[in-house]
């Protein structure tokens, strides 16, 4: 398993920028694939970005052009840079990590399972 702490959650305008950071630990967190997942209120944990252990990247289609994933493997830490963001970015933003996951496909939340605690990102207008 992986241990996973989010940070860098806040309130934001609209149009504007905010970058959230994801400490992980644990055994061979290198060869994990690593994501962020979010969930608004009323709705489903649902996939934003994810990046495998050998830096292959996919994008939930509702950020592709916004919000880039990156990971330092020899720090343990994985980012989410967020910007031209909207209101509807509006959500608990959530790390996770997955062994399996090659970075070929949206996955769902299931699929990955080790989880932070989240951290709020509130776009106003």
């Known amino acids: 398993q992986v241990q996973l702490v989010e940070s860098g959650g806040g309130l934001v305008q609209a149009g504007h920028s905010l970058r959230l950071s994801c400490a992980a630990s644990?055994?061979?967190?290198?060869?994990?694939?690593l994501g962020w997942f979010r969930q608004a209120p009323g709705q489903e944990r649902r996939f934003v970005a994810g990046?495998?252990?050998?830096?292959?990247?996919n994008y939930a289609d509702s950020v592709k052009g916004r919000f880039t994933i990156s990971r330092d493997n020899a720090k343990h830490m994985v980012e989410l840079q967020m910007n031209s963001l909207k209101p509807e970015d509006t959500a608990v933003y959530y790390c996770?990590?997955?062994?399996?996951?090659?970075?070929?496909?949206?996955?769902?939340?299931?699929?990955?399972?080790?989880w932070g605690q989240g951290t709020q990102v509130t776009v106003s207008t």
């Open positions: 996770a990590a997955d062994y399996g996951w090659r970075g070929d496909y949206l996955p769902g939340a299931q699929e990955f399972s080790s």
């Open positions: 990046i495998s252990w050998n830096g292959n990247t």
């Open positions: 644990g055994r061979a967190v290198e060869s994990w694939a």
